[in-house]
Antibody, heavy 123, light 107 residues
Framework: EVRLLESGGGLVQPGGSLRLSCSASGFTFNSYTLSWVRQAPGKGPEWIAAVITGSGGSTFYAESVRGRFTISRDNSKDTLYLQMTGMTAADTAVYYC???????????????WGQGTMVTVSS | EIVLTQSPGTLSLSPGERATLSCRAS???????LAWYQQKPGQAPRLLIY???SRATGIPDRFSGGGSGTDFTLTISRLEPEDFAVYYCQQYGRSPATFGQGTKVEI
């Protein structure tokens, strides 16, 4: 059974930093592209970052987070990360890690999602 | 980036009725790389349809997708109580992948 479990969310002040983690199990972690997708309250999902397979895999970012957020993966720990810096109120959302449906594919559909972790940016 | 516009915003129907949801893209979606997701309160989205018309694993055949180019539809042939939720379309033919703003199907 595929499982994705996010952690690290919480309250952060404007301009602050936060690191999210996503622990994965139930599939061949290093074969699949993984993404972070966020959803602001009452809004549709927004894809924000993806990392291709491999420890030095290529990364892709949405314009809204490029230069502030960094996605990475540790294939030895089956864990995905999102380092967030320079945060603003617009970053307030539920953050999901999501597995791409096809091996080695980007962009793609997301066939499995974590339960999400809430990030609130407020003073 | 490709902007997806969903209509209507809310669809008020009864169990057993047919639901037709629309998703229009600002430019042609490559290779019909259009997906649909269902989301219930407090849950992550669930993949229903990919490639515009292929059902994901375990999705009942009352869900069907169609369309090409810039116009796509999701049809639920006979609404079951568990189908009342928010539905999102997503294009993944061109980076960045983008989502529509959603259609809420309510009783």
């Amino acid at each position: 059974e595929v499982r994705l479990l996010e952690s690290g969310g919480g309250l952060v002040q404007p301009g602050g930093s936060l690191r999210l983690s996503c622990s994965a199990s139930g599939f061949t972690f290093n074969s699949y592209t993984l993404s972070w997708v966020r959803q602001a309250p009452g809004k549709g999902p927004e894809w924000i970052a993806a990392v291709i397979t491999g420890s030095g895999g290529s990364t892709f970012y949405a314009e809204s987070v490029r230069g502030r957020f960094t996605i990475s993966r540790d294939n030895s720990k089956d864990t995905l990360y999102l380092q967030m810096t320079g945060m603003t109120a617009a970053d307030t959302a539920v953050y999901y890690c999501a597995k791409h449906s096809r091996e080695f594919w980007y962009p793609d559909t997301f066939d499995f999602w974590g339960q999400g972790t809430m990030v609130t940016v407020s003073s | 980036e490709i902007v997806l516009t969903q209509s209507p915003g809310t669809l008020s129907l009864s169990p057993g009725e047919r639901a037709t949801l629309s998703c229009r893209a600002s430019q042609s979606v490559t290779s019909s790389y259009l997906a649909w997701y269902q989301q219930k309160p407090g849950q992550a989205p669930r993949l229903l349809i990919y490639g515009a018309s292929s059902r994901a694993t375990g999705i009942p055949d009352r869900f069907s997708g169609g369309g090409s180019g810039t116009d796509f539809t999701l049809t639920i042939s006979r609404l079951e109580p568990e189908d009342f939720a928010v539905y999102y379309c997503q294009q993944y033919g061109r980076s960045p992948a983008t989502f529509g703003q959603g259609t809420k199907v309510e009783i």
